[in-house]
C-alpha cells in the first residue's frame, strides 16, 4: 500500500489577512428567513390559480410578486 504524506505542513503559520480576497460563490442562493402569513382562503386560491397558470409552485409565485412590487 502506497504512504501518502505531506511534505510540509503549513497549517501552523499564521494567516496574513492582507493578502485576504472576498469569496465569490456564484451558484450559492441568497439567504431566506421564514415568515408566517395569514391569508383568506379566497386569495390563497386565486393566488394557486395564477401560480399554475404560470407553471410554478405557489409559494414561488409569491415570492416573485412580493419581489416585483417591494
Avoid: C, W
Avoid at 395569514?38 to 409559494?59: C, E, F, M, T
Wanted: glycine share 2%; proline share 9%.
Amino acid at each position: 500500500m502506497k504512504k501518502l504524506y505531506v511534505k510540509e505542513d503549513k497549517s501552523h503559520r499564521p494567516t496574513d489577512v492582507a493578502r485576504a480576497r472576498p469569496a465569490v460563490f456564484p451558484n450559492l442562493k441568497p439567504s431566506s428567513t421564514s415568515i408566517a402569513l395569514r391569508l383568506p382562503d379566497s386569495v390563497l386560491a386565486r393566488i394557486k390559480v395564477q401560480a399554475h397558470k404560470r407553471g410554478v409552485p405557489y409559494q414561488s409565485y409569491i415570492k416573485t410578486v412580493l419581489a416585483d412590487h417591494a
